[in-house]
């Protein structure tokens, strides 16, 4: 049965319910499940007894009449405009269901080029004639002309967004990029800051009252693992510029944020510039751990090259913090003019450093290791043994710099600094041999706690000179034929008389605190006159 055609709100359902049908090329049949009704003067015996004269006047049966027909009229309308029929006053619905389907298995497809290229959406009515006389056709009144997105109503732009951000396809027609991270503000309580980037060389802008305009469209969604909304975005950027040149050589970028519990979420933008209605997506997965499951407890790592002044006195987002906002860099591309701040946090430190302390039962001299390794790739341990594998070998560059001149700075020619540099590192090998045969003798743990290779190389350097003169040169030959063995033999037997204390090391104490400088006005100043004159007397 059809719906009162009286009241705003019945007329917009029915036009919108026309418009829609028309739109997806779709005809509706009507149906009145009521059937052939018969119309008695005092009602029917399911409704209550009328009241007053008009059961004997004549005016209920015409009311029920008008009724009937305002009814029915709503079924002729609906289909009559999307090219249907409506089936009315039969108790045969067998005959009903016949006529639909002989009305839809013939039927001819007619097409045509519009002369009328706006797309601006409208209604556009058709006629369709035939030459055959005595032949009734039924046909569709008209259609919907394709609006581009300046014709588009406001209603047709929410429903488009919302239609992207359900969608499963990805929409590329605008760039968007997009970042994430979490940072703990509670307990189970996380802050996660998201930026939003759209280049600006794909924002059309228009000149309005000597500045250049253009407004974006963002709207985000985060759902958990059962596809269940946890936290939406809407809102409007609207840029208002001197000069979009600008704009478009750089970046232009939304930075919002979502309080969430832990867990896996998935989170969708789509950005929309409302100046041609091109669109962009991003989606991905985040997850937001819990913190009390794992030894280490730190945040997402922002990577950043800029901050902004930002006084809002209370904020959630941890990003913000003395007045002054860090804006993460999206692409984490950097020039070499830029700065790279890099903002995390680490929560509890303390408690995690007292609490491995106490399982290890080192009280306190414990050390603790912060890398992004992960366990099934390295334990600590080995982790430990490569980062002192490292420092030898910056000590070993330190030496080569300071004990064995390894650096010159006067030797300006890239070669000739080289092979100072390679000579050096000759001179060290040959200064490790020399410590391997003394750590043989007196102990590892005592030459590398004692002995400064300082000491050592400045007695070769001292004795080298003398020895060229006292001892010929066909002395020398015979350890260049010796064995490494025999070689490393002889070394021993030179280390057994060694006297370690001569080249003892002098580790430098703490440093003196600097005196407190005085000023001016305490210092009282006397001339060396008035000294020599009082030394007289």
């Not at 070689?487 to 021993?492: A, K, P």
Request: proline share 5%; net charge positive; aromatic share 8%.
């Amino acid at each position: 049965m059809g719906a009162d055609r009286t009241g705003i709100e019945n007329q917009s359902q029915l036009r919108s319910a026309t418009n829609a049908a028309v739109r997806a090329n779709m005809a509706i049949y009507t149906l009145d499940i009521r059937g052939l009704q018969a119309l008695v003067p005092g009602g029917e015996a399911q409704n209550a007894s009328m009241r007053g004269t008009s059961p004997y006047s004549g005016k209920s049966v015409a009311s029920a009449f008008d009724s009937n027909a305002t009814a029915q009229e709503t079924l002729v309308t609906l289909a009559g405009d999307t090219g249907g029929r409506a089936f009315l006053d039969s108790n045969d619905f067998g005959r009903v269901f016949t006529g639909v389907q002989q009305d839809t298995s013939v039927y001819y497809l007619l097409g045509y080029h519009s002369t009328n290229a706006a797309r601006d959406g409208r209604f556009r009515r058709i006629t369709v004639r035939v030459n055959r006389p005595g032949v009734k056709i039924d046909f569709r009144r008209g259609y919907y002309a394709p609006a581009d997105f300046q014709h588009s109503t406001r209603d047709d732009r929410e429903r488009q967004l919302d239609e992207e951000l359900a969608s499963d396809l990805p929409t590329t027609d605008l760039p968007v990029y997009f970042s994430a991270a979490y940072f703990r503000i509670a307990d189970r309580k996380f802050y996660v800051p998201v930026s939003v980037v759209v280049p600006g060389s794909q924002i059309p802008f228009t000149h309005n009252n000597d500045q250049d305009r253009a407004t974006l469209d963002v709207l985000g969604i985060v759902t958990d693992p059962a596809k269940r909304p946890v936290g939406q975005i809407r809102d409007t950027v609207r840029l208002a510029l001197n000069a979009s040149q600008l704009v478009q050589r750089k970046n232009v970028q939304y930075n919002s944020g979502f309080v969430l519990p832990p867990g896996a979420y998935h989170l969708k933008f789509v950005v929309r510039e409302n100046q041609s209605g091109r669109r962009g997506s991003f989606e991905t997965d985040i997850t937001v751990p819990d913190l009390k499951s794992v030894p280490v407890k730190m945040s997402s790592i922002v990577l950043a090259s800029q901050l902004q002044a930002n006084n809002k006195r209370k904020s959630d987002n941890p990003l913000v913090r003395d007045g002054s906002e860090v804006i993460p860099n999206v692409t984490h591309v950097f020039s070499a003019g830029q700065h790279l701040y890099l903002y995390y946090e680490v929560y509890e430190p303390g408690r995690a450093a007292a609490n491995a302390d106490a399982k290890s039962g080192t009280n306190g001299s414990a050390i603790h290791l912060l890398t992004n390794v992960p366990a099934k790739d390295a334990h600590a341990r080995k982790i430990a043994e490569l980062y002192r594998h490292r420092w030898t070998i910056e000590t070993a560059f330190q030496e080569l710099e300071a004990t064995l001149n390894g650096e010159i700075n006067t030797l300006g020619y890239p070669k000739a600094a080289l092979f100072a540099f390679c000579v050096a590192l000759v001179a060290y090998n040959v200064l490790s041999t020399l410590k391997a045969a003394l750590r043989s003798v007196h102990g590892e743990q005592v030459v590398a706690d004692e002995v400064s290779g300082y000491y050592v190389a400045n007695e070769i350097k001292r004795m080298h000179d003398g020895m060229m003169i006292a001892i010929p040169e066909e002395e020398w030959v015979v350890f260049h034929e010796l064995a490494p063995v025999e070689l490393g033999g002889v070394l021993v037997e030179l280390a057994k008389a060694v006297r370690l204390p001569k080249y003892q090391k002098h580790p430098r104490g703490p440093k003196k605190p600097k005196p407190r400088k005085q000023s001016g006005a305490k210092i009282k100043h006397v001339s060396t006159a008035r000294i020599l004159e009082g030394r007289k007397t």
